[in-house]
């Protein structure tokens, strides 16, 4: 009827949902991978907060809290946000 044989309808079709499927992990694969990097990005404020602590040591010994505090907030968010953002987020893409 159409023209094609039964093999090339099947490659054709299973080419469609390939790239279909590619097409919608996409999504899903850029939040693993932010997943992935935010806590690394905590580690960079880690150390950004343990700098101002430690430029502080010289001055107010009563100051440190602040550079350690941001310290400590930047570790924990970085894993807060990949675990309880990120990640389930990814998956529920993934699962749709």
């Known amino acids: 009827m159409t023209g094609y044989e039964g ?5 054709i079709l299973f080419n ?15 939040l693993k991978a932010m ?20 430029d502080g ?3 107010d010994p009563t100051q440190l809290g602040k550079g350690l505090a ?3 907030n930047t570790s924990l ?6 675990r309880l953002i990120l990640t389930p ?8």
Do not use: C, H, W
């Open 16 to 30: 469609v949902a390939q790239t279909t499927y590619e097409r919608n992990m996409v999504q899903a694969n850029i």
């Open 35 to 54: 997943a992935q990097t935010a806590p690394a990005f905590g580690m960079i404020g880690t150390l950004v907060g343990l700098i101002i602590m430690l």
């Open 89 to 96: 987020a990814s998956t529920k893409i993934q699962q749709r």
């Open 7 to 11: 093999n090339v309808v099947e490659d």
């Open 57 to 59: 040591m010289g001055r």
């Open 70 to 72: 941001v310290a400590l």
């Open 77 to 82: 968010y970085g894993v807060l946000f990949s």
